[in-house]
């Protein structure tokens, strides 16, 4: 019983699972994803009420056709894949049920952020479990994975006001301050996970998701990107926005800065206010460039500065 936090999996496949985590600490995967890996590989175990040996690949493409969106089912898809891999190589399995379930494609488009109007509606929610939750999300821009363990030991005081410690991917850390608001909610909190388990522990980053969309009928994530974007255009800088959303890359965090048409307008008249007080000339591609803005309206914004200059 590797992570008693969590719903466990049918007996017959705790052998397999215990195994399984140790080749991956012996292989360094960070604890985090481990556990996330383990969480996935068990809800499997548990929905398709089949043993390791028995499941086929169209059992997983049933279960990845739960209703989650296409993000979701790369990342388990990416943990079916180690654990089936690992079964091979091991000698417990001599075929991959992996081997028959079609790729997914990442989701490129631009995601939209949540509205303010879910936010509102948050606010008039009777349960206030899902209150907290959108919350810590849109204010501190929280992964449902965060949320699902943040503890009130990771609760600190500051020289303002209250932080949280957020145990993000790869082990790493970070500290995140909170309103005052917030910081007297968490505060309030009785002693241990800001959302437990019906049972023990805490709840799985599943329920976090049902809680939100139930809530409010959007998921999670638009709540991060919403408070991504939100710091962009209060700060208007893309640093601060990747260390509060714990990236590693820039360009991720690009992803998450969702630029409206009246973002862009504005871009174009701080472009003509500077052209128009310094002889340099500036390529406006270039501003547009940097606001993440599609070939296709980079294209017809160009021809309407044309039109009028």
Same mark, same amino acid.
């Given at each position: 019983?590797?992570?008693?936090?969590?719903?466990?999996?049918?007996?017959?496949?705790?052998?397999?699972?215990?195994?399984?985590?140790?080749?991956?600490?012996?292989?360094?995967?960070?604890?985090?994803?481990?556990?996330?890996?383990?969480?996935?590989?068990?809800?499997?175990?548990?929905? $398709? !009420?089949?043993?390791?040996? +028995?499941? #086929? @690949? &169209?059992? %997983? *493409?049933?279960?990845?056709?739960? /209703?989650?969106?296409?993000?979701?089912?790369?990342?388990?898809?990416?943990?079916?894949?180690?654990?089936?891999?690992?079964?091979?190589?091991?000698?417990?399995?001599?075929?991959?049920?992996?081997?028959?379930?079609?790729?997914?494609?990442?989701?490129?488009?631009?995601?939209?952020?949540?509205?303010?109007?879910?936010?509102?509606?948050?606010?008039?929610?009777?349960?206030?479990?899902?209150?907290?939750?959108?919350?810590?999300?849109?204010?501190?821009?929280?992964?449902?994975?965060?949320?699902?363990?943040?503890? $009130? !030991?990771?609760?600190?005081? +500051?020289? #303002? @006001? &209250?932080? %949280? *410690?957020?145990?993000?991917?790869? /082990?790493?850390?970070?500290?995140?301050?909170?309103?005052?608001?917030?910081?007297?909610?968490?505060?309030?909190?009785?002693?241990?996970?800001?959302?437990?388990?019906?049972?023990?522990?805490?709840?799985?980053?599943?329920?976090?998701?049902?809680?939100?969309?139930?809530?409010?009928?959007?998921?999670?994530?638009?709540?991060?990107?919403?408070?991504?974007?939100?710091?962009?255009?209060?700060?208007?800088?893309?640093?601060?926005?990747?260390?509060?959303?714990?990236?590693?890359?820039?360009?991720?965090?690009?992803?998450?800065?969702?630029?409206?048409? +009246?973002?862009?307008?504005?871009?174009?008249?701080?472009?003509?206010?500077?052209?128009?007080?310094?002889?340099?000339?500036?390529?406006?591609?270039?501003?547009?460039?940097?606001?993440?803005?599609?070939?296709?309206?980079?294209?017809?914004?160009?021809?309407?500065?044309?039109?009028?200059?």
């Amino acid at each position: 019983m590797e992570f008693s936090d969590h719903r466990q999996p049918p007996r017959e496949w705790t052998p397999w699972l215990d195994e399984w985590v140790g080749a991956m600490r012996a292989q360094g995967n960070s604890p985090r994803t481990i556990e996330n890996w383990w969480y996935v590989v068990g809800h499997l175990a548990l929905k $398709t !009420r089949k043993s390791p040996e +028995d499941i #086929t @690949g &169209k059992d %997983i *493409i049933d279960w990845l056709n739960r /209703g989650v969106g296409a993000n979701s089912k790369r990342s388990d898809v990416n943990a079916c894949t180690a654990f089936f891999g690992w079964a091979c190589r091991t000698g417990r399995r001599k075929d991959n049920p992996m081997d028959l379930v079609p790729t997914v494609h990442r989701d490129r488009r631009k995601q939209i952020p949540a509205p303010v109007e879910a936010v509102e509606k948050a606010k008039h929610c009777a349960d206030k479990r899902a209150l907290l939750t959108i919350m810590l999300m849109d204010e501190a821009g929280l992964r449902r994975s965060e949320l699902a363990t943040m503890h $009130t !030991r990771d609760v600190i005081d +500051d020289l #303002t @006001g &209250k932080s %949280i *410690i957020v145990h993000g991917k790869g /082990g790493k850390d970070r500290i995140i301050p909170l309103s005052d608001q917030l910081g007297r909610i968490v505060s309030s909190l009785p002693e241990g996970y800001f959302f437990p388990g019906e049972h023990d522990g805490h709840v799985c980053h599943d329920t976090i998701y049902r809680i939100v969309k139930n809530a409010t009928g959007w998921p999670p994530h638009a709540f991060r990107r919403k408070s991504a974007t939100d710091l962009w255009r209060a700060a208007g800088d893309a640093m601060k926005v990747k260390e509060m959303l714990g990236h590693e890359s820039l360009q991720t965090t690009q992803n998450y800065i969702y630029a409206t048409l +009246d973002d862009l307008r504005d871009a174009v008249d701080e472009l003509r206010a500077y052209r128009g007080t310094d002889a340099r000339e500036i390529r406006p591609e270039k501003i547009l460039e940097a606001y993440d803005v599609p070939p296709a309206i980079t294209r017809l914004l160009l021809d309407s500065i044309r039109n009028q200059e």
